[in-house]
């Protein structure tokens, strides 16, 4: 059995393990689950101590037959888009789990539930088949909508349904459209395969969309409108308001740090490879989408009069870069919306920890009863401030590094015309950085800044296990602001990968299953005919490029007198 | 050896980063178990120390720098690879220049100076530690903005010192109208960031077009030793409109930071910080950083002289109507808070017609008087309870004669005083704008900006010579004219408390609160804050030597420094060392010689006439007494300085109309959001609950119509997939 089984498997052991602790012994369910999480975590370090980020491909491979005539496989594998994924998961359940210290009712039952949710979450970032990835999807939708059921504020009986219903009608199509890939992969290969792998080498060769008409189009949507509701993106975002604001603490935590990421995770990962002429069709299409979500996001938080909806709503607008990047198709923009994941997971997970911290002490999260909070609580309106500020996008911090690359991704490729893209696309998206600062300041602004509400003159500040907890937090804020190197270096090739499987013709784009080429220091897709024992292309022979990484020469406009400058 | 000492830079960057961090984490805790009085000397020194240390390295630096020849005096000292992602590499990469160099000077020069002032200005505050921190911080970020050697690191500062300006601005942020004061700026800091971010998306597309296509090139698109020398090059492979929305969009990210129209608005309310940050921030330093921009990236400017003509035309507005407003202002921190504004625009002129240097030359001239006007204006208001209202001062030349007449040097050096360093600066802005030949549609720009800086030079004289015969002279102690009031202030403090019995006792078993014990012994800890009104018992007292000694010293500087940048330093050569465009538009020299010298006499004449007619209308007006039409009872005022008060409804439209617009635009959003795309959903499943109830299903409710609502369109999609599988086989 590989690290990654083992990963998941362990918090499943430790959900077994306490449905035998009786109710009684809350503390022991508590520590038990912080023990568990925290050997998935270190688990999941053992993952990235493996991995190389040397090669675009799948990594610690784990394949075992499911339902052989049907070609459902147990296959699961790591990348670079996927580690850090994982990593975020285990890290954020764990810091959940820890703060969930507070939950007195029913522990048992909720602390079951975080275990199997991050087994689930574990599972939608390492599966290769697509059967495999809908059931942990679909998986994650139980736990979580206990957990809003049981745990959440006043309307969360409304919240916890909305949130199933809506986000499950959502992925049905996206079923769909799987089997109706593996039917297809059935009539070119003769047998029937969900294996991502195997069906990107054939979209990547274009024998598997040849002379199928709208038939890529059309599935390109049934996956892609299942995952926008996941990300979410307006329109499909009113589910999250409700389930985020009804969530208990470490629910909403895990929701806005890592199930919203189900989405543009599914989008990196089957939307991009396997509909690459669809994707780039309907650029234009998502890129507005994502900008009404960043500016609407933003226009609604700004008024809202509950502060955990006001994050929610941000979440629309954060989220909004992030697919604003992935679908610039542009490197810099590829990598930032990628980044941008782990940083929305940081600081707005973040944001709701401190949040929840507050709340257990208050019980009210409407600004009309907070105000002054600065001089009463000094060390935790400083903690507040810096996750804010790291929302905001402040430079120093890992928010900013996210957001530029996206925004520049998405200027180039609008500059030079590509997909249809338009210039005002970018320009338009850059207001959301200034709305981001109206709304997140104003938040500020109504918590700590004025008179003291004399209601909150008894609160102490925080504890230093809770500074501690929400310190985790602040150093990933600084670490991936000032030296984000750590964590884009090791997801530069697979974006790269993702990239090239759009853009590039058939034929010249990279392959999952074929080891026949490589991707170069320089961005190159080169042809590989023979590897040293390190597994590296043997270079001795010179190296035959196959499509140049195109990083300025990729255009269809190219610039003016651009020939006789040179 | 000589590397050696370039090396110092990377310690003139982190001793404020230390300085910060020591102040963070350690301050509060030295200053609670040491003391107030030592504690607060301890970490005022810690504070002073980084930001002192850091001037003499730089002193040294530049010196050294100085020595070299011309056209190698350029470092490029690299730390690591900060961004790299294929396309786009952005290293942590210093430049030692001389445009970065005599930035760091002003900044850690003029930083320490006020840093000094500050441990005594904020002496009586509680959050003593709070305040250095973010001081120290802003000294830390403005380093990175000039010594970056890119436009990212620019951003990095830029955004960095518009967080310490927030922070500072709300540093007394019980008041409500501070932290709305801290917003504000922030926000509209952000409009203009947003151009500048843009700005730079266009010059790394120009140069990596240009430059990228040859493939053998490192991708640092946004470094300036990429981009500087090859503006050429870039220029000529574009159109120009180009390289002219690239210019004004960076000129967008300057206007917000250095408080140009419209985006001034917010400098006048960051006067609600304490008033060494309004010296250092609001406009010696952070303000300025919308020139030192524009004399950065001058190479490709001087190839947009469209762009120039805006700049230009920007200034002039923004020096005459912060000019203007001055006039109606009685809040001394107001009247030098638009006399900054009006300066900045100055300085926006001369880098408008391509004398980026000059603007420079004024930043540095600026920094000297206006610190020192500041500071000054600190001292009296610390002088005078707090009180910032001029009509209540009068006469304060007796009370505090050091801080008057360091005020007097910092009004003359403003006003224009001959051989004064305001005046040099001054004259040279407006002998290059004269002497440009600038154009735009045809109208001679030079002309039409150097007519208004003209005016704008009277004005200035005129409104500061109001300002200081209000405070030091005009008759009469105006303050023995308020009655004291027996305030009934401790009554009110023990309120504040909230010693409110309704509060809910429920069990605390985590702790969150205090109990009364500990509730008790905390208010016996906090001493009530005294603060005492000025009123008819109060007198003036001169200020500790800790704030009138930077007093001194600035108004030193502002005698002789402008003398000494111009002959001594030979500012214009040395900054075009750093490759900043010195003569592009010098157009003074394309005329004939026999009237240069003409025609930089009569400015002299001109200028200095502008002087002397400001302060003689100060004199008569404000000389012997303060004027009824300028008095308590607004009524009495001319319509002129009553809508000077009102910002002529500039600010009330601007800022009132887009926050309340903004309002409207989010609340409807909600609206749209609960009832048309959520009711939508709700809607639909309400209907197919009906559907379902119609058939008999004989469940109700809600949620039945959501799984109702689900049955069927999966009933309906796997229909039509069906449909299209058969019809693909067939197909095939």
Redesign the interface.
């Known amino acids: 059995m590989g690290v990654i089984t083992t990963t998941i498997l362990i918090p499943i052991i430790g959900m077994l393990l306490i449905l035998f602790v009786p109710e009684r012994f809350g503390k022991v369910t508590k520590w038990l689950t912080v023990l568990f999480t925290g050997a998935a975590f270190l688990s999941s370090l053992s993952i990235l101590n493996q991995f190389s980020k040397e090669t675009f491909r799948f990594q610690m491979l784990e394949v075992a037959n499911w339902i052989p005539n049907w070609g459902i496989q147990y296959k699961v594998g790591i990348d670079g888009i996927s580690i850090w994924l994982v990593l975020l998961t285990t890290l954020l359940t764990l810091l959940a789990a820890i703060f969930s210290f ?1 939950i007195e009712h029913r522990t048992k039952v909720y602390f079951a539930m975080i275990l199997l949710l991050e087994a689930a979450m574990l599972g939608v970032f390492v599966s290769l088949d697509l059967i495999l990835f809908y059931t942990f999807f679909e998986a994650t939708l139980i736990p979580m909508a206990i957990m809003i059921y049981v745990w959440g504020g006043k309307n969360r009986n409304y919240a916890a ?2 949130f199933f ?2 986000t ?2 959502a992925s ?2 996206m079923l ?1 459209g799987m ?2 890939l593996a ?2 992969h059935e ?1 070119i290969a003769g047998h029937m395969s969900f294996d991502i792998t195997a069906i990107q080498a054939l979209v990547a060769s274009g024998e598997f969309w040849q ?3 709208t ?1 890529q189009t ?1 599935l390109f949507w049934a996956f892609t409108i299942a995952l926008l509701v996941k990300c979410p993106m307006f ?1 499909f ?2 589910w999250l ?1 409700d389930a985020h604001t009804e969530a208990p603490t470490a629910g909403s935590v895990i929701l806005a740090g890592v199930l919203l990421k189900m989405g543009t995770y599914g989008l990196l990962r089957f939307v991009l490879p396997i509909f690459p002429e669809a994707t780039m069709a309907n650029v234009p299409i998502i890129m507005w989408l994502a900008i009404i979500g960043i500016i ?1 996001g933003a ?6 009069p509950d502060v955990k909806k006001l994050v929610a709503y941000s979440s629309v607008a954060h989220m909004g870069f992030v697919v604003f990047g992935i679908f610039s198709l ?3 923009g590829m ?2 919306g990628v980044y941008q994941q782990l940083n929305h997971g940081i600081s707005t997970g973040a944001l709701f920890l401190l949040i929840g911290l507050i709340y ?2 208050t019980h009210t999260r409407l600004f009309a009863d907070y105000g ?1 909070l ?2 009463q609580m ?1 060390i935790f309106s400083a903690l507040f401030l810096i996750v804010m ?1 790291s929302s905001v996008g ?3 911090m890992n928010g ?2 996210g957001e ?2 996206a ?2 991704g998405g ?2 490729s609008a ?1 030079d015309g590509l997909y249809g893209m338009k210039i005002i696309m ?2 338009l998206a ?2 959301g ?2 709305l981001a ?2 709304y997140l ?2 938040m500020f ?1 109504q918590m ?5 509400n ?2 909150l ?4 500040d925080l ?1 230093p296990w809770e500074v501690g907890l929400v310190g985790v937090f602040v150093v990933f804020i600084f670490w991936g602001g ?4 750590t964590f ?2 090791p997801m ?1 090739k697979s974006v ?1 990968a993702t990239r090239m499987m759009v853009t590039n013709g058939p034929g010249a784009r990279p392959v999952w299953s074929d080891d026949s080429h490589d991707i170069d220091n320089s ?1 190159n897709l080169i042809e590989v005919n023979a590897r040293n024992a390190d597994g590296e292309p043997d270079t001795s022979q010179g190296i035959k490029i196959v499509k140049s ?1 195109d ?3 990729d255009t269809n406009v190219p ?4 020939q ?3 | 050896m000589e590397q050696d000492i370039f090396r110092n830079i990377w310690w003139v960057l982190a001793l404020p980063v230390f300085g910060f961090l020591i102040q963070a984490f350690t301050g509060k805790i030295i200053i609670d178990s040491l003391g107030p009085k030592i504690g607060r000397r301890i970490m005022g020194a810690l504070a002073v120390a980084p930001i002192a240390v850091g001037f003499a390295l730089a002193a040294q630096i530049t010196a050294e720098l100085a020595k070299l020849p011309e056209e190698s005096r350029l470092r490029i000292l690299t730390l690591f690879e900060w961004i790299t992602v294929g396309n786009l590499s952005i290293p942590f990469e210093v430049r030692v220049d001389a445009l970065s160099m005599t930035m760091v000077l002003i900044i850690t020069g003029i930083g320490s100076l006020i840093h000094l002032y500050a441990t005594g200005y904020m002496a009586e505050e509680k959050d003593y530690a709070r305040f250095f921190t973010y001081l120290n911080l802003f000294v830390g970020a403005m380093l990175i903005l000039v010594l970056g050697n890119n436009l990212a690191l620019l951003f990095v500062g830029w955004e960095g010192v518009g967080v310490c300006s927030y922070l500072l601005i709300g540093f007394w942020y019980k008041e409500k109208y501070n932290s709305f004061a801290a917003n504000k700026a922030f926000i509209v800091n952000r409009i203009g960031d947003w151009g500048l971010t843009l700005g730079i998306f266009t010059l790394a597309y120009m140069a990596s077009k240009t430059l990228g296509v040859a493939g053998n090139i490192e991708p640092r698109w946004l470094s300036y030793d990429v981009l500087l020398p090859n503006a050429q090059a870039i220029f000529a492979a574009f159109d120009p409109w180009m390289i002219i929305t690239a210019c004004l969009l960076l000129f967008i990210g300057a206007m917000g930071k250095s408080a140009q129209f419209p985006l001034y608005l917010w400098l006048p309310d960051a006067m609600a910080g304490p008033t060494p940050v309004s010296a250092l921030i609001h406009a010696a330093t952070m303000v300025t950083s919308g020139v030192f921009l524009l004399n950065r990236m001058s190479p490709f400017f001087a190839q947009a002289p469209t762009a120039g003509a805006v700049v230009a035309i920007i200034g002039a507005i923004t020096a005459l109507l912060g000019a203007l407003i001055a006039f109606g202002q009685t809040d001394i921190k107001k009247v030098l808070a638009f006399s900054t504004v009006s300066q900045l625009g100055y300085m926006f002129i001369a880098c408008g017609v391509g004398a980026y240097w000059v603007g420079l030359f004024h930043v540095a001239t600026h920094a000297f008087f206006k610190a020192l006007l500041f500071l000054g204006s600190g001292a009296v208001i610390h002088a005078m309870a707090h009180n910032q209202d001029m009509r209540n001062y009068g006469k304060l030349l007796k009370y505090i004669p050091i801080t008057a007449s360091t005020m007097l040097v910092g009004w003359l050096a403003i006003a224009g005083f001959p051989f004064m360093s305001g005046a040099f600066s001054k004259e040279e802005i407006l002998i290059t704008s004269f002497g440009s030949n600038l154009g735009w549609y045809g109208a001679p720009i030079g002309m039409i900006v150097g007519g208004v800086a003209l005016v704008v030079a009277f004005l200035t004289a005129a409104y500061m010579s109001r300002m200081t015969f209000m405070t030091f002279f005009s008759g009469d102690e105006r303050w023995k004219l308020i009655p004291a009031h027996a305030h009934g202030h401790d009554d009110h403090h023990h309120d504040d408390h909230g010693h409110d019995d309704h509060h809910e006792h429920h069990e605390d078993s985590h702790g969150f609160f205090y109990t009364d014990a500990e509730m008790a012994a905390i208010a016996l800890r906090t001493p009530h804050e005294h603060h005492h009104d000025l009123d008819e018992s109060h007198t003036p007292h001169e200020v500790p030597p800790s704030m009138w000694f930077p007093l001194v010293a600035l108004a030193g500087l502002s005698i002789i420094g402008g003398g000494w940048l111009f002959f001594g330093v030979n500012l214009a050569e040395w900054l075009g060392s750093a490759g900043v465009v010195v003569h592009h538009h010098d157009h003074i020299e394309s005329i004939p010689a026999f009237l240069q010298k003409t025609v930089s006499s009569w400015i002299f004449l001109a200028a200095t006439a502008c002087f002397i007619g400001g302060v003689v209308w100060g004199w008569l007006r404000y000389g012997k007494s303060l004027p009824a039409n300028d008095g308590r009872d607004l009524s009495k005022w001319g319509w002129f300085q009553r809508s000077g008060s009102q910002q002529f409804g500039i600010d009330g439209a601007l800022t009132d109309g887009f926050v309340g617009g903004g309002n409207v635009i989010g609340k409807a959003s909600w609206a749209f959001d609960k009832s048309l795309v959520d009711g939508l959903v709700n809607g639909v499943a309400k209907l197919t609950g009906l559907i379902g109830r119609m058939l008999g299903s004989g469940q109700s409710g809600f949620v039945r119509g959501y799984a109702a609502l689900m049955q069927v369109g999966v009933a309906a999609l796997i229909l039509y997939f069906i449909y299209q599988m058969v019809t693909l086989g067939g197909g095939n």
């Open positions: 507070y349904i909305k219903i809506y499950f009608s049905i199509f769909l089997i109706t039917k297809m009539k002379n199928t008409g038939m059309l329109p975002h009113t308001p609407y226009a609604v938080a700004a008024v809202q542009n490197q810099a990598m930032g257990e002490r002054g600065k001089s000094p500020l402040l430079p120093g900013f590094i530029f690359l925004l520049y200027f180039m500059a970018p320009l850059g207001t950085v200034i600062a109206a300041l104003h602004r700590f800044y004025g008179p003291l004399p209601k003159a008894r609160l102490k504890k000032i030296y984000p190197n884009l270096k530069e790269n961005g990484a990083y300025y020469t610039p003016r007198n651009a006789e400058a040179r």
